[in-house]
């Protein structure tokens, strides 16, 4: 699983609170995605980053910010965290043509 | 925009049995159709994918067909094992960038 690496595993933080997931691919692909997975397991997409550039922006929240400081890493920060935010987050990979290849998920709990 | 439907949400089958997973979709631009397979506290892995110029793929026990004309596609898998127990996803994209759209995902229970 190191080909795409995500930190923390596990985060627990107070409503209000301002946190960040980071996600690292070794692979060189261009394109990295952020999904939410609830706790009815649906998993929707979030944001898609290609070489740094923002591709899609799935009507998520402003209070969720992508930022891409080079291709291989795709953070996600999210601002004033509400309990409906509390799901496992998945940085995803592209790699070639539609294939994604998830990292191993993020789970984040607001209480 | 996709929409992609998965039924059924739960399947309980008998070791042995066969299980079959059946998704439709919306858009008739969408040409890759891949399933996923997440375990419990784990990542969704690709298992098998079918593209739109190939109406049928196996590997092993596992087997993907795809009618294109109405829009529909299925997960086969034959002699299931408790392995293999898990929630698994379709998925259809190549409608416009690089995005796939879920299906909301069924709980295949396999008992002893």
């Known amino acids: 699983d190191t080909a795409v690496s995500q930190t923390p595993k596990y985060l627990v933080t107070q409503m209000g609170n301002d946190k960040s997931i980071k996600c690292e691919q070794n692979?060189?692909?261009?394109?990295m995605y952020w999904y939410k997975q609830d706790s009815k397991k649906f998993l929707k997409i979030m944001f898609s980053?290609?070489?740094?550039?923002?591709?899609i922006n799935e009507t998520v929240p402003n209070r969720f910010s992508p930022k891409s400081p080079d291709k291989a890493h795709l953070n996600l920060h999210i601002n004033s965290l509400e309990l409906g935010d509390s799901a496992v987050y998945f940085c995803?990979?592209?790699?070639?043509?539609?294939?994604?290849?998830f990292g191993p998920g993020t789970r984040l709990t607001v209480t | 925009g996709e929409n992609v439907e998965q039924h059924p949400s739960t399947l309980s089958v008998q070791e042995g049995d066969s299980a079959v997973i059946k998704c439709t979709y919306s858009?008739?631009?969408?040409?890759?159709f891949p399933w996923y397979k997440q375990e419990l506290g784990k990542r969704p892995q690709l298992i098998i994918d079918?593209?739109?110029?190939?109406g049928e793929k196996k590997d092993q026990r596992i087997a993907v067909t795809l009618n294109k004309t109405a829009k529909h596609f299925s997960l086969h898998i034959t002699e299931t094992q408790p392995e293999d127990s898990a929630v698994y996803f379709c998925?259809?994209?190549?409608?416009?960038?690089?995005?796939?759209?879920f299906g909301t995902g069924t709980q295949l229970k396999v008992e002893l």
């Open positions: 995803a990979i592209g790699t070639g043509g539609y294939e994604q290849y």
């Open positions: 980053y290609n070489n740094k550039e923002l591709i």
């Open positions: 998925a259809a994209g190549g409608g416009g960038g690089n995005k796939l759209t």
């Open positions: 858009d008739s631009a969408s040409n890759y």
């Open positions: 079918i593209r739109s110029n190939v």
């Open positions: 692979l060189g692909h261009d394109t």
